[in-house]
């Protein structure tokens, strides 16, 4: 995933029309039961890793509400896999293809980021 939205989102949406991977969708649509805020689907978020920042940050109007997560890539498909079992993700699964799990499906990701910034879920900074 590399970036996820925290409770401290206001639901503006501004971030969704900027998202080149159409990785965001708003609460509404977010397939997390009970989902209260604009959600990152993580197999699809590609970090924005041509730009200078991921673009939903550089729109935010929050701070602290982009946060860095782990990069989508296979060393860390248990993270995510659990967090799709404990309801905190909701990786997509297709039909003949299984689920696209990092493993199966790894991102791109901001190699500069640390992985103690992703850990601790630090604020995309702009």
Not at 90 to 107: A, D, L, M, T
Request: charged letters at 25%; hydrophobic letters at 30%.
């Amino acid at each position: 995933m590399a970036v996820m939205i925290t409770d401290e989102c206001i639901n503006c949406n501004t971030c969704i029309d900027e998202c080149p991977a159409t990785a965001i969708v708003d609460a509404d649509e977010s397939p997390i039961e009970g989902g209260e805020f604009v959600y990152v689907k993580p197999e699809k978020c590609i970090e924005c890793v041509d730009s200078t920042v991921p673009k939903c940050a550089d729109v935010c109007p929050t701070e602290g509400a982009i946060v860095w997560d782990m990069p989508y890539t296979a060393e860390f498909n248990e993270y995510y896999l659990q967090g799709n079992e404990k309801g905190v993700y909701s990786i997509r699964v297709h039909s003949k293809k299984g689920i696209f799990s990092p493993e199966n499906r790894p991102q791109s990701f901001r190699e500069s980021i640390s992985l103690e910034d992703r850990e601790t879920h630090q604020p995309v900074s702009v």
